[in-house]
């Protein structure tokens, strides 16, 4: 469960991270880094993919800076996972209200 969340902060399950992170449904991983800073792109997402969600929330920064490569989009649609695409303000909060319902993984961009 995220906490709380601000320009460049998150903190899940009383654990305060400064970098993007993936939030799995078993682990934080704090160390994702995109192959280009401001395009999320299917190579940024394998691991994602493995896991299986049912949805995926993308926090795309706090300006909404970071783009989604259409191809991301196509191969989520053509595996069944709902893609939710919203600056990380409103995305943490989302991804809040569906992760205990079901399966979700979360990718948020914590700056721009």
């Known amino acids: 469960m995220i906490e709380a969340c601000s320009f460049g902060r998150i903190v899940i399950d009383a654990h305060a991270y400064t970098s993007d992170v993936i939030i799995y449904p078993d682990r ?5 880094w995109r192959a280009e800073g401001h395009l999320l792109q299917l190579s940024d997402i394998q691991e994602i993919l493995d896991a299986e969600p049912v949805a995926l929330v993308v926090g795309t920064g706090y300006s909404g800076c970071m783009h989604i490569d259409p191809a991301v989009e ?8 709902e893609l939710i695409a ?3 303000g409103e995305a943490w909060k989302i991804y809040n209200d569906l992760q205990a319902a079901r399966r979700t993984v979360a990718a948020l961009h914590l700056t721009c």
């Open 74 to 81: 196509r191969e989520l649609k053509n595996r069944g996972i």
């Open 86 to 88: 919203l600056p990380t």
């Open 28 to 32: 934080v991983d704090d160390r994702w």
